[in-house]
């Protein structure tokens, strides 16, 4: 049973991670288990849920209608390849109020981020405790909220912190001499090492595109969360790190941009 009664606001990063899990689940179970839902009596709440298609997932009906304008420009996308066409399914609306070198940019950080998760995210297995084939696939959010683009994508992978040391053996060794190992820190140095060559070359590198995507753009951050870890990037190269209670056993990156500024600088 999920009970959804006392909701009172749906956060995009947090919402479109529980829909990650939902899905996971309801394919495990392949209908074994019976699940219903507790509709929220927050009518702003029911109508996301119906938006995002999870009252349909449980079975739950209702007579709520997505109307409200910050209910309706929820946009979804999943996947198992990297698809550019997916980039479409959730950011075409926004063709005018974004200049056409921040679409280049959404295009090329959100391609990378599906190409991590194909290469990277799905090599080890996840530590929750199921027995679930995995499938490498991601799932992808947009969002108009106050005046800015909110963007978020997301993988039920092993996570950067796991991954790191046996995809960029180098770069672990140098983390494990500074003797910095928290996953923020971990996140850390992967993305400076990825912005770095990147640099370089000037091709893909991964988390390096993905947070180039908000350089010259006022006000915009880019937050990298990876299982007990995150990063965030601002305009101006400004970067912190913190740390969860516990891990959400993936990695979530979430892009905020405002879209009034129109022309980068």
């Avoid at 926004?94 to 990378?112: F, H, Q, R």
């Avoid at 490498?136 to 997301?154: A, D, P, R, T």
């Avoid at 983390?175 to 770095?196: H, N, P």
Wanted: charged letters at 25%; one cysteine or more.
């Amino acid at each position: 049973m999920l009970d959804f009664s006392t909701t009172e606001k749906m956060h995009a990063e947090g919402t479109l991670l529980f829909l990650a899990e939902l899905k996971r689940l309801l394919r495990h179970v392949k209908g074994e288990v019976e699940i219903s839902c507790i509709l929220p009596h927050n009518n702003k709440v029911a109508q996301v849920l119906s938006q995002i298609g999870v009252l349909k997932l449980v079975g739950c009906t209702t007579a709520i209608t997505p109307v409200d304008d910050d209910v309706v420009n929820w946009k979804t996308a999943h996947g198992t390849q990297v698809l550019g066409e997916k980039y479409e399914d959730v950011l075409q609306e926004y063709d005018g109020d974004i200049a056409d070198l921040l679409k280049d940019k959404l295009y090329t950080g959100i391609t990378e981020a599906m190409t991590n998760v194909l290469n990277h995210a799905y090599d080890q297995t996840r530590e929750d405790g199921l027995d679930v084939e995995p499938m490498k696939e991601w799932w992808m959010f947009s969002q108009q909220q106050h005046g800015n683009l909110v963007i978020v994508f997301c993988d039920l992978g092993a996570g950067i912190p796991r991954t790191l040391p046996m995809k960029r053996a180098a770069v672990w060794s140098r983390i494990l001499a500074m003797g910095k190992t928290r996953d923020a820190d971990v996140i850390r140095y992967a993305v400076e090492d990825s912005v770095s060559r990147t640099q370089q070359d000037h091709r893909g590198k991964g988390l390096g595109q993905i947070v180039r995507v908000v350089s010259g753009i006022p006000s915009a951050f880019v937050h990298v969360c990876s299982n007990r870890g995150v990063y965030t990037a601002r305009h101006g190269g400004d970067t912190e790190t913190g740390t969860y209670s516990d891990s959400i056993l993936g990695t979530l990156i979430f892009w905020r941009i405002p879209l009034h500024d129109k022309e980068l600088v």
